[in-house]
């Protein structure tokens, strides 16, 4: 396999349509790196650009030693699969998987023993005889992993291949996708805009919003260390909440106060707050670091607007007098619509940003 190395790369659309802003990053060789965003943050057009598909504007890619940016992409070596099987309806499954081989005029035993690997891999070997009309949609792109495992490429790539799938079948394609990365130790970029797909598969993460690449890390750190309020927000399954505050003194230390809610700081806030010039600060706050009942500190009085039952575990979606926010709770004494409620915040577990960039004011 390969590392790959994107050095200040931008990518501009009809000479001022800025898609990608000097993305400078690296996928490390035999790494699992998700491209994750928005509709329109750049992903995809970053993942073409290593195909070859799309031309660089700016800055180098690497494979390895390798600069490719003037490569064609059949030069490259590697694979792609599309969001969409772009299967040849009218051939088997086998000549499917062949195709890309004997145009490389590869011998008939060698095309033969690959395909059968890969068909062996992905559980696919009943049906190489079958033409994709008869396949599920499961299926269909197991065949199209397949037509790009049987190259042997270094670098895979992945373009929201798992979109067309019904909920349950996108879990079972993220498990077997995650399992073919463990037994072929391959390298592979997958592009998607869901972050649970990204957290679940990917041991590196780029976050990227508007073309700009907002933080790289491991999914643990994007969870519990965002750069900014974007990833705090696009990270995490509700959202983080954020409520905006100004800084109050409270017995010579620092508080935080929300319209006539005050809470107090440990330590680790109240020294992020030694960067901010002005008193205002927005915190942040996961649904499962609010909890139910009063405490001696931190305390808020709300509203229950909406209770949505999950299993396990509810959502508890209150309002105050200005703000709305999600608590996450256990499925015991679950309050009802529109009944106040009293919860606290585990301010332990609490973020600061910058009111007006949205920098974490709590990750060093």
């Known amino acids: 396999m390969a590392q790959v190395n994107l050095k200040d790369v931008t990518k501009i659309y009809d000479g001022d349509v800025l898609a990608v802003e000097q993305a400078d990053f690296q996928i490390p060789d035999e790494s699992f790196t998700v491209l994750v965003g928005p509709s329109g943050c750049g992903k995809s057009t970053i993942l073409r650009m290593i195909a070859g598909l799309e031309e660089i504007t700016e800055g180098d890619i690497y494979i390895d030693d390798e600069r490719i940016n003037d490569i064609p992409p059949k030069d ?6 599309f969001q969409n099987y772009a299967l040849y309806p009218h051939m088997t499954v086998y000549k499917n998987m062949a195709f890309g081989l004997k145009l490389r005029k590869y011998p008939k035993a060698e095309i033969e023993q690959r395909v059968k690997e890969a068909a062996e891999i992905l559980s696919i070997s009943h049906l190489l005889n079958r033409k994709p009309k008869h396949l599920s949609g499961g299926e269909r792109q197991r065949v199209a992993v397949g037509r790009a495992i049987v190259r042997h490429p270094k670098v895979f790539l992945f373009d929201e291949p798992l979109s067309n799938l019904d909920a349950k079948l996108r879990v079972q394609m993220r498990m077997e996708i995650s399992r073919l990365h463990d037994r072929l130790n391959a390298t592979i970029v997958y592009v998607t805009h869901d972050q649970v797909e990204a957290m679940t598969m990917g041991d590196q993460i780029v976050v990227l919003n508007e073309g700009k690449i907002q933080q790289i890390a491991d999914p643990g750190t994007l969870y519990h260390k965002p750069a900014n309020q974007f990833v705090g927000g696009f990270i995490g399954t509700p959202p983080m909440n954020f409520i905006e505050t100004h800084i109050v003194n409270n017995g010579g230390a620092s508080g935080l106060q929300f319209e006539s809610f005050k809470v107090e700081l440990n330590n680790r806030l109240q020294s992020a707050l030694n960067t901010l010039s002005g008193d205002a600060v927005t915190l942040g706050i996961r649904p499962e670091d609010i909890h139910i009942g009063e405490s001696a500190k931190n305390s808020v009085g709300t509203q229950v607007e909406l209770v ?15 703000n709305n926010f999600v608590a996450q709770s256990d499925l ?14 585990d301010m332990e577990k609490a973020h600061l940003f910058h009111p007006e960039t949205g920098k974490s004011l709590t990750v060093t």
């Not at 490259?76 to 699969?81: L, S, T």
């Open 76 to 81: 490259r070596d590697i694979a792609m699969v």
């Open 308 to 322: 949505e039952p999950l299993g396990n575990h509810a959502l508890l979606y209150l309002r105050t007098g200005e």
């Open 332 to 345: 015991v004494d679950i309050p009802q619509h529109n009944t106040p409620l009293t919860v606290n915040f």
